[in-house]
């Protein structure tokens, strides 16, 4: 008994670790690419309208992945083919925006890279849930997301040394290396989960084969899987914390509006690697010792504390006093991104059974993602009509009242509906 809850032990950091190293290795990939996309769109004749589009489109499909692979994560004992089968997808799409010559081939390319990362998102938050106790949900997330934007910080860096001597299209060829390293540690290296009742209730990594059949739980299985989840319900405090986030969401539109508002007042194109860079290097600094925190102390305040610091940034970038102000508001934006990202999926995997996790998370990101999509199309035709600083001034103002609502959810109570 000891040795197998040894080698649970053992399985849990090597899931967590495998996770990280594919996180970074991901986004090392990703951000080489997608920091530089506004900059070779405009070579090809696109400009805000078709990014836009394209934005758009593609969170658009990546909401409707998440929620369907939320579902699934319930009702599926092995997960991690879907993780990597994501993971695969993505990178082998990647290096074909070399070959484009036009905004609706990028588009394509974007599509499938986020149709991938939505069905192995919620999957993989599943899994990183069921392989640490439930105390340790918020650093296991916090990690994770630190890995992540570390990988934030290596592409832009990567794209910057790249642009200048291979152009452009060379920066896309060469995302194929940390993408196929990615796909290799995801598939050797993360280790599967399964649930179980009993004194594990929570959800855990366990031993396989013999070390499993010497342990008292039996294995749960699927039909009776698929019975508990369909029995589970969604408490009131979940709705009314999804209810909040979507409302700030309505006010969170893509990041690339942000470098779009820095080239406006004379921040070159070429250097929107190095905005992502000091963005992420905040954002890996932070995400670790918040989901830290946020396991010791109240999560809503930590990410309401977020919001606020968005609200900062956003009228900052509104008034667009310098381009200095730009620059340190850039590096505050990934203060935001780590008190919310890793605490807010950790307050959702805690406020509901562990049977409908992936459901929760599913109709989480589906719905923020939806919401987001809106503000992208609302802060263009805001931005077309009235000039930059009005959507700026109007997403400041809807992350103050959803951190109002955030602190009052406190109150909810949490019994199901």
Known sequence: MADAASGARQGNSRNISAFGATSFLNDTASEMAYWVLPAFLASIGAGPAQLGIIEGIAESV???AKLFSGYLADRLRRRKPVV???????????????????????????????????????????????????????????????????GAIAGPLAALWLLSRYGLRGIFWAAAVPGFLCVMVALLGIRETERRPGKHGAGSLLPHG????????????????????????????????????????LGNSSDMFLVLRAQSIGIPATYAPLLGLVFNIMYTLFSWPAGRFS???????????GYLVFATVYVVFALAPSKLAIWITMASYGLFYALTNP?????????????????????YFFVTSVATLLASVITGELWKQFGAPVPFFLSAGIAVVSAGLLLISKVVPSDAV
């Open 295 to 305: 396991d010791r102390f109240s999560r809503r305040m930590i990410a309401a504390a």
């Open 210 to 249: 013999d070390d499993a059949d010497r342990l008292d739980t039996p294995a749960l299985e699927v039909g009776d899987e698929n019975a508990n989840a369909r029995g589970q319900h969604l408490p009131r405090v979940y709705y009314f914390v999804l209810a909040a986030v979507t409302l700030f969401s």
């Open 62 to 64: 990546a909401s409707f």
């Open 343 to 363: 605490v807010l999926k950790a307050l959702v995997v805690e406020k509901v059974a562990p049977e409908v996790r992936g459901r929760a998370l599913g109709v």
């Open 84 to 150: 990597v089968s994501g993971y695969f997808v993505a990178n082998a799409v990647k290096p074909l925006l070399a070959l484009t010559t036009s905004w609706w081939q990028v588009l394509g390319i974007r599509f499938a890279d986020r149709f991938a990362k939505g069905i192995r998102g919620t999957a993989r938050d599943v899994m990183v849930a069921e392989s640490v106790d439930k105390s340790r949900i918020g650093s296991a997330y916090g990690l994770i997301q630190a890995m992540d934007s570390a």
